[in-house]
C-alpha cells in the first residue's frame, strides 16, 4: 500500500485534509501515516484498518474487544433502542425536538473547533452556528445507517455526513489544545471509564474552553428539590424523586438504566478539580447538565 493514498469517500465534506492534518494515534498521540486501506502509527505502530468509506476508523478495537465486555452489551441496547426509534422517523424528530430544544440557546454561543463525543447522528448540527467546525467522535457505525436521513426533512443537516472519526472518549485521537468546545450529550454515561473521558477532554480544550457535558440517572441533591429550575420539571416528577431520594438514605441505591454506567456528582467533583471550573450545573429536562471552563 501507498502512503498518503486514503480513499475515503467523503464527497459531502469539505477538506478531508484538515481532519487528516489534526488526528493522532488514539494510544499514543503520535503522528499517523494514511493508507489506502489502513491508518497506521508512526511511534507505536498500531494500525487501524479502514473498511467503512464514510468515517475514518481510530478505534482502538483490541482494548474493547478484550477489556469492555460490559460495555459492548450496553452498547448493543442502546443500538437497539434507536434502531427502534428510527422505525417510526416521526417519533425520532420528535424525540430529538424534546431532547435539543432547551439547549438550542446554548449551543448557539458555540463558535471556532467543536468535538462531539458520542454524538450519534451529528443531529447536533442543526443547533450550532453555521461557521462552527463540527467533527462527531463516536464507536457505533450503526449511525451511520442511511435511515437517518429520514428525519432531513425537520433536521435538514442530516442530509450531509458529518466529519464522522470513530473512536471513544477514553482514548481521544487529537492533539492537545485542539478544540474550543467539546460536548458530551447523553453519552458519558454510556462510556467505559467516564473518568478518563473527563482527562481525556481536559487534554484537548485549549485553555478556557468549554466542555457542555449532559448527565442521566443523576441523583439530585437535597438542595436541588428547593432549586426552580428542578421544581419546574413538574410536580410527579418532584414526588417520584423526592422518595427515591429518601428510600437513598437506607441502601437503595439510586435507579439506573441498563445501558448506562452509574456517575456520582461526588465523582465529577474530584475528576473535574484543578482542571474545569463550573460555569453553570443546571437541571434541564430532567438531565443534569453542566458548562465547565478548562482553567
Ligand atoms: C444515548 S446516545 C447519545 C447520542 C447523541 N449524543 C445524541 O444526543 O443523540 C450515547 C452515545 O454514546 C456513545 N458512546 C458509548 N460509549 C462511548 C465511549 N466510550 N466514548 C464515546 N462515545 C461513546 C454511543 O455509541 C452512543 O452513540
Ligand atoms: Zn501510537
Known sequence: MSKNEMQIDFTQLANVHFLQNLLVCPLCQ?????????????????????????????????????????????????????????????????????????????????????LDIGGGNGVVRHFLPKDVQYILLEPSLEWLATEWTLIAKRYPCMETKPFFVRGIGEYLPFPQQSFDAVLSFWSMNHAHQPEQVFHEVYRV??????????????????????????????????AHTFVQKLCCLGRQKWSLQNDHVRIQESEIQQWIAGNFQIVRRSWIGQYLTFELQKI
Open 205 to 238: 480544550l485549549r485553555a478556557g474552553g468549554r466542555f457542555l457535558v449532559i448527565l442521566e440517572d443523576m441523583e439530585p441533591l437535597w438542595r436541588d428539590f428547593a432549586a426552580r429550575t428542578y421544581i419546574t420539571l413538574g410536580v410527579a416528577h418532584w
Open 30 to 114: 503520535a503522528r499517523l501515516d494514511f493508507y489506502h486501506d489502513a491508518i497506521a502509527c508512526t511511534s507505536c505502530a498500531q494500525k487501524f484498518p479502514q473498511v467503512q468509506k464514510n468515517c475514518i476508523d481510530l478505534l482502538p478495537d483490541h482494548l474493547v474487544e478484550n477489556e469492555w465486555n460490559q460495555w459492548g452489551e450496553r452498547q448493543q441496547e442502546m443500538e437497539q433502542w434507536y434502531s427502534d426509534l428510527i422505525a417510526i422517523p416521526l417519533h425520532a424528530e420528535w424525540c430529538f425536538a424534546n431532547d435539543y430544544t432547551p439547549y438550542a440557546p446554548l449551543l448557539a454561543t458555540l463558535s471556532g473547533l467543536v
